[in-house]
């Protein structure tokens, strides 16, 4: 968010490319453009043009008539900067509070809403390590594989909502969460072998938590209960509870207790027929020690 040390130039687009507002986030749209506007005007009251500004914070013109625009979300630090340029006092490095809220694509903030209130967590992914789970080598190894191709723009966002989500392990009192993975997820090594085994040493770090169960389905099973595809079931503590399978409903959150049930019921297979705790351990120690 500075100057180029090295050249003295300031930060362009190309160098920091930021995060775009998603154009159906009606709420976050609303909030970066009345942020992006109150940056304006405190900058036009100082009688600063946005070249000035742009090189006393460090960026590009460019950017600065985007994210005034409402057309970027802006980082911390750059609101910390303009707040001390501004001698806003402490008013525009506020904002962040709320940009934060935001920041994120829509669908992540509304997945990370129900994660954050839930008392008991199943998880199921077929294909990949939970993004729960993730480290943030491992999210841009698999993010980069997508095709057609995410901008970086995108890959650094998803990154930093998947790390955000991560809270769920910090919570008082904490959840109950459990995991079912996959063996040949546990064997690709996405992003490359260091990723993975830095992957592998996290699933271990995580396994040890008192609320949490990691379990390995292994790939000579010749029962799977999971062939359809992944299961989320979050239970809340009212006794609500809301479930996703790509084969319910074409993947939509449901709460219906018949649905339920059936995700319940399959969830519950799937974990007699992988490894217990125990095993899954031993088994993922193996894993890091071939890698």
Do not use: C
């Not at 930060?11 to 909030?31: L, Q």
């Not at 990949?128 to 841009?140: I, K, W």
């Amino acid at each position: 968010m500075t100057v180029e040390a090295d050249t003295g130039r300031l930060k362009t687009e190309a160098d920091e490319p930021g995060w775009e507002v998603d154009p159906d986030d009606e709420w976050g749209i609303a909030v970066i453009a009345t942020v992006g506007r109150q940056l304006k005007l405190r900058r036009e009251a100082v009688g600063m043009r946005a070249a000035e500004f742009g090189e006393a914070v460090g960026y590009g013109e460019d950017l600065v008539y985007k994210i005034e625009g409402g057309k970027r979300i802006p980082r911390q630090e750059y609101l910390v900067k303009a707040d001390e340029v501004l001698g806003a006092g402490g008013l525009v490095a506020a904002t962040w509070e709320d940009v934060k809220k935001v920041r994120y694509p829509k669908k992540v903030r509304a997945l990370g809403e129900m994660e954050a209130k839930a008392v008991e967590l199943q998880l199921y992914d077929p294909l990949n390590v939970h993004g729960l789970l993730q480290t943030p080598e491992y999210a841009r190894g698999l993010l980069l594989m997508r095709r057609p191709a995410y901008t970086e723009d995108e890959v650094e966002r998803f990154i930093a909502a998947r790390v955000a989500r991560k809270a769920v392990f910090e919570r008082d009192p904490v959840p109950e969460l459990s995991f079912v993975l996959e063996e040949w997820a546990l064997r690709r090594p996405l992003g490359g072998r260091v990723a993975l085994r830095r992957q592998l040493e996290h699933l271990l770090e995580v396994g040890q938590l008192r609320n949490v169960e990691l379990q390995v389905m292994p790939m000579d099973r010749e029962e799977h209960a999971g062939i359809d595809g992944g299961i989320e079931v979050l239970k809340f503590a009212d006794g609500s509870a809301v479930g996703r399978s790509p084969v319910v409903v074409s993947g939509r959150p449901v709460s219906e207790p018949r649905q339920l049930r059936i995700l319940e019921l399959r969830y519950g297979i799937i974990r007699a027929q992988a490894l217990t705790p125990r095993e899954s351990t031993a088994f993922i120690e193996q894993l890091l020690g071939e890698t």
